[in-house]
Antibody, heavy 121, light 108 residues
Framework: QAQLVQSGAEVKKPGASVKVSCKASGYVFTIYNLHWVRQAPGQGLEWMGTIDPGAGSTSYAQKFQGRVTMTSDTSTRRVYMELSSLRSEDTAVYFC??????????????WGQGSLVTVSS | EIVLTQSPGTLSLSPGDRATLSCRASQSVTSSYLAWYQQKPGQAPRLLMSRASSRATGIPDRFSGSEAGTDFTLTISRLEPEDFAVYYCHQFGNSPDTFGQGTKLEVK
């Protein structure tokens, strides 16, 4: 059974950076992409970007270009999402989710539990 | 990017009723790559439909999906108490992925 386990809650000051991790288990790590989706309090879901954990290739939503960096570590089966220049509007729960890209796309069938990031002075 | 517009914003029904949720895309969705999720408070979303009309693994058959051009529909044939939640559509055929704004299904 696939499982994604994320790092814990963070409180950051405006202008700082945050790095959230997502540890995968129970499936072949390099076959699936991992995506990051965030949800501000009381709001909907927002796709931030994705990483191919094996190749390290990434694709980011234009809104986050220049502020987000997604990386992977195949030895520990972890992916990371770092968001810089934080502002109050970045306060949200950040989810990692497994999906498949390429010829046989598949949506997000497994999700992490979410990591709350609070940006406050 | 493809904009997904869900309607209604809130749907008030009773257990045993039939629910019909709509998701309209601003342009054609490649290969019917349109998924539906259910989200309950404090939880991660749960995949219901992996493509417009394909149920994901373990999803009961009271959930069904359909597609007519750029209009997608999620139907719940007979509502169970556990079905009251927020539902999102998601297109993953064109980059960037996008989500609808959600439909809240509440108890009448």
């Amino acid at each position: 059974q696939a499982q994604l386990v994320q790092s814990g809650a963070e409180v950051k000051k405006p202008g700082a950076s945050v790095k959230v991790s997502c540890k995968a288990s129970g499936y072949v790590f390099t076959i699936y992409n991992l995506h990051w989706v965030r949800q501000a309090p009381g709001q909907g879901l927002e796709w931030m970007g994705t990483i191919d954990p094996g190749a390290g290739s990434t694709s980011y939503a234009q809104k986050f270009q220049g502020r987000v960096t997604m990386t992977s570590d195949t030895s520990t089966r972890r992916v990371y999402m770092e968001l810089s220049s934080l502002r109050s509007e970045d306060t949200a729960v950040y989810f990692c989710a497994r999906g498949r890209s390429g010829r046989s796309k598949y949506p997000f069938d497994y999700w992490g539990q979410g990591s709350l990031v609070t940006v406050s002075s | 990017e493809i904009v997904l517009t869900q309607s209604p914003g809130t749907l008030s029904l009773s257990p045993g009723d039939r629910a019909t949720l709509s998701c309209r895309a601003s342009q054609s969705v490649t290969s019917s790559y349109l998924a539906w999720y259910q989200q309950k408070p404090g939880q991660a979303p749960r995949l219901l439909m992996s493509r417009a009309s394909s149920r994901a693994t373990g999803i009961p058959d009271r959930f069904s999906g359909s597609e007519a051009g750029t209009d997608f529909t999620l139907t719940i044939s007979r509502l169970e108490p556990e079905d009251f939640a927020v539902y999102y559509c998601h297109q993953f055929g064109n980059s960037p992925d996008t989500f609808g704004q959600g439909t809240k299904l509440e108890v009448k």
